[in-house]
């Protein structure tokens, strides 16, 4: 990756074999903006786009003083027939490497430069499920390959990041992050055959199942089937912490537009009818960020005020 792209390279690159999620809260309400800026600027060094991807709320936009079209919270209005928490926050680091350890290292090097306007909130532990080299993909927790429809190349690129704005704007990319509890006891004791339509492949071979039905997890969210056409690019891993486990699901788009259309067909806000993915996972918080592009291999904040 050139030091010249726009954007942040570990948002193409694929998903890292561990991850960490590591979200930060302002220490208390009263922080000026110039004491906020000192420690963006202070974490800024440690943040390169790739080994860490980094996300500023709207509120956090707000407190600099900044605006972003089309940056707004994880709306509230997704619950309904299912629960979808809105779960806002303010910064959001996606540490990505090899080795556990060495991300302790660099969570305690951001901790330190953000100290002491920023705390540490909320932690996730994350890796690569059953990773094929070949094909690139991991698997969720319940043996289903993910990632197989994300688009590729330019379009990956297209759908991703913000593009023909200006103003510092292109390159940016927004970001929906939500945790998926999963309900491995319930999906054990479906038959096969039921865990294959809940999710509208095959198990076996990922093939895609044509006549699932509409309620099928790859039916409600098909990209193409949306007008206009919703296309994201995932990079969502699996997560554990004790006996809990799920999904980390983070999609990355050049808007919310496409996510917002996904997540209100699943949670049955469009025909009523909700994603079988329900029956087997449920999300517990959803939040939204926008990630600023970069510039000569640094982060480019100009939008947020900085020189
Ligand atoms: C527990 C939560 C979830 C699980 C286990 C899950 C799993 C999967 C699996 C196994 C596939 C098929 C392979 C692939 O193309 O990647 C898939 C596809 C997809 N999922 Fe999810 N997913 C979850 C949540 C979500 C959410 C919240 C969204 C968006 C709101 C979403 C959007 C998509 C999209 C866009 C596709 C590709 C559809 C296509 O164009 O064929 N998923 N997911």
Redesign the pocket.
Known sequence: MSDTALYQPGILQGVPRVARYVQFTLAGDQQPAHAIKEALTRVSPLINGTDVVIGLAPALVRALGGDIPGLHEFPATFSGRVKVPSTPGQLWCWVRGDDLGDLLHVTRQLQKALAPVFGLRHVVDAFRHRHDEGTG?GR?L?G???????PKGEEAIAAAFAHGQGGALDGASFV?V?Q?V?DLDAFEQMPEDDQNQC???RLSD?E?IEDAPESA??KR?????FDPE???L?R?MPWLASTQA??M?V?FGCSFD??EA??RR?AGLDDGIV?D?FK??K?VTGAYFWCPPMRNGQLDLRRLGFD
């Open positions: 993909f969720d319940t289903f390959e993910d990632g197989t429809e994300n929906a939500q998926w999963h999710i509208g492949r990922n895609e997890h790859v969210t098909a990209q193409e089937s919703a296309f994201v995932r969502s799920g999904l699901f999609a496409a996510f996904q997540m699943m994603d993915v087997l996972s999300p």
